[in-house]
């Protein structure tokens, strides 16, 4: 099973500190060189975010993926229409570089698990029949809680011209599992083995590009909360609180200073055991949330290749 799990992104920016107060605001620890700002989740003891500033328009650079096996998928990636690469410059030769038929880089690398999060009281209503909380308030003061710190980088958004050719890619190449998919404009990949409903998706585009990465957080209670604070500080789009239909996820999106996007997100649906998992082919709207604001105009734009006028 050569996918675990997701390690981090590179995008290349044109203003680092832009992406520093950003994703500072966002809840994430950073450590900043010149032209390099490096991001964390406070779990955690490795990068799930790096930022190189390049003077130019943002720039999907690459994903990379914590993986097994690393000779195995070598071996499958040219069948699979990719091909092995050379480290890019300036990046260390560790683990296996690849690129898919589009251009998509991956860097696969071959690390321990990171530690189990801390366990907490889960997320739990008084329901019809079901009461759960007696003598106590299920929330306090807005102002009594502190900012949202994301657990976990849990998932990244990609954008192809081709989405089932990038899916094929990941599940031919790098031993991933498709879990669902609306039709040919948006699928969601996962590992095979105990992993989130997908860690790897694709949306529809002209070109390549970075949609989204995911955070989770705690609960709904913080999505919602996080995803307010942080979008009266970003000052951009936003689009949240609501429900995915794929992955059952609550979700909260802020757009960042170049127009893709963060999530927020808690009660992801998990696959133990993708030969157990049924993959479904849902309909656009589901493809989309179950329920939710209005989706802004901009939110599936790819402005890697497409103009902020188009």
Known sequence: MPVLGPLSFTLEV???????????????????????AKFRCGSQQRDSIVLIESGRRKTFHHLALRASELDVIAAHVPAAGGKVIPSPAGFEERGLWVEDPFGIVYNLVDLPADNEAEARSPFAINAPGRIVRTRRPAVLPAHTYAPVRPEKLGHVVLFTPDVMTSVRFVVEALGMGLADHAQDFVA???????????????????????????FQLHDPDEVGRGGNELLSKAGRGGWGFGRHTVGSNYFYYV??????????????????????????????????????PQVPDDFIRNYEVESESA
């Open 14 to 36: 044109p203003s680092l500190d832009e992406g520093v107060r950003f994703y500072t605001d966002a809840g994430l620890q950073v450590v900043r060189e010149t032209k390099i």
């Open 188 to 214: 969601f990949t996962c590992a095979v083995k105990n992993s989130d409903h997908h860690v790897v998706a694709f949306a529809k585009s002209p070109g390549i590009g970075f949609h989204h990465a995911s």
């Open 255 to 292: 757009q960042d200073p170049w127009g893709s996007w963060i999530e927020y997100y808690s009660d992801m649906d998990y696959i133990d055991d993708h030969a157990q998992w049924t993959p479904t082919n849902y309909g656009p709207s589901d493809g989309m949330a179950n329920w939710a």
